[in-house]
């Protein structure tokens, strides 16, 4: 089992940057699979960036050379830095783990309850 907590949300102008922190407790965080994924109001929740027990991460196309995410397996975190923030990116960002590394937010299996991130125009 595996708890998750986010945190660093908060409202940002366009272009501009913020840092999400995923912290989770639990036994052998650092053999799982963590991912950020978002959901807007009357979207379906989407894949931001995946990173594997390894460091191998995955991006979505959107944030490719903006976003970059992180792990620290000693402080059992998972670190997202989103840079030059658009509009668009406005969503409730969630942290999410499981054994197996995957880009759909369906094969996961621990959530977090979500930090809400609003970039304004």
């Known amino acids: 089992q595996v708890q998750l907590v986010e945190s660093g949300g908060g409202l940002v102008q366009a272009g501009g940057s913020l840092r999400l922190s995923c912290a989770a407790s639990?036994?052998?965080?650092?053999?799982?699979?963590t991912g950020w994924f978002r959901q807007a109001p009357g979207k379906e929740r989407e894949l931001v960036a995946v990173i594997n027990w390894n460091g191998d991460t995955t991006y979505a196309d959107s944030v490719k050379g903006r976003f970059t995410i992180s792990r620290d397996n000693a402080k059992n975190t998972v670190n997202l830095q989103m840079n030059s923030l658009k509009p668009e990116d406005t969503a409730l960002y969630y942290c999410?783990?499981?054994?197996?590394?995957?880009?759909?937010?369906?094969?996961?299996?621990?959530w977090g309850q979500g930090t809400q991130v609003t970039v304004s125009s």
């Open positions: 999410a783990a499981d054994l197996k590394y995957s880009t759909s937010p369906g094969q996961y299996s621990f």
């Open positions: 639990g036994r052998a965080f650092s053999i799982y699979a």
